[in-house]
């Protein structure tokens, strides 16, 4: 059973634009909601996260929209730049495990 | 300060061989993580250690064993490698409670079963 699911799979975005990916999770006990960025042949590494007790967090021209009662929350990044091309996961943590859960990823493309 | 080191960076294996991969954190953390990375999977947890001295299972242990060596070490050993474990596998570590501040994520381990 998938507990984080990500949508797209793969997105491209021209440079300048918006990008957003989703998330759905089905653990109402997940309290911490984190974005990971991963570049190709790197590690994971944290870009923003959240908890659910506020529907907003920005950071520069990343932001998480969390919306609790339909359990989703989203990553849009602000004028998208070539530089944002990488793979994103969301992932949660909570519900008495520990360990992250992580969507399966989205591919961004920044075409220039 | 490394953060979080992993050896080797890649590996070929024959099925039935067995492997250790290794994993050192210099940053004190208390909690250290083994996830596996496979195309359209996301990460997968394989097995966690919340303080030195304890391990536990995560979503998908089979096939695998660990060892907390110490505060800083923490290995991830394969006793008879199989084709499914081909994949890239991570090392994190956080500090404090585990999981609710940052997991930092080592460069990974590609490993190939044949």
């Known amino acids: 059973q998938q507990q984080v699911k990500q949508s797209p799979q793969s997105l491209i975005v021209q440079k300048g634009g918006i990008s957003i990916i989703n998330c759905a999770y089905e653990n109402t006990a997940f309290d911490y909601f984190p974005w990971y960025q991963q570049f190709p042949g790197k590690g994971p590494a944290l870009l923003i996260a959240?908890?659910?007790?506020?529907s907003e967090k920005k950071e520069g021209r990343f932001t998480i929209s969390f919306n609790k009662s339909a359990k989703q929350f989203s990553l849009h990044i602000m004028d998208s730049q070539p530089g944002d091309s990488a793979t994103y996961f969301c992932?949660?943590?909570?519900?008495?495990?520990?360990?992250?859960?992580f969507g399966k990823g989205t591919h961004l493309i920044i075409q220039p | 300060n490394a953060g979080v080191t992993q050896t080797p960076k890649f590996q070929v294996l024959k099925t039935g061989q067995s492997m250790t991969l290794q994993c050192a954190q210099d940053m004190n953390h208390n909690s250290m993580y083994w996830y596996r990375q496979d195309p359209g999977m996301g990460l997968r947890l394989i097995y966690y250690s919340a303080s030195e001295g304890t391990t536990d299972k995560g979503e998908v242990p089979n096939g695998y064993n660990v060892s907390r060596l110490n505060k800083r070490e923490f290995s991830l050993r394969l006793e008879s490698a199989a084709p499914s474990q081909t994949s890239v596998y991570f090392c994190?570590?956080?500090?404090?409670?585990?999981?609710?501040?940052?997991?930092?994520f080592g460069p990974g381990t590609r490993l190939t079963v044949t």
């Open positions: 959240i908890r659910p007790d506020v």
């Open positions: 994190a570590s956080t500090e404090g409670l585990a999981g609710v501040s940052e997991q930092y």
């Open positions: 992932a949660a943590l909570g519900g008495g495990a520990d360990g992250l859960t």
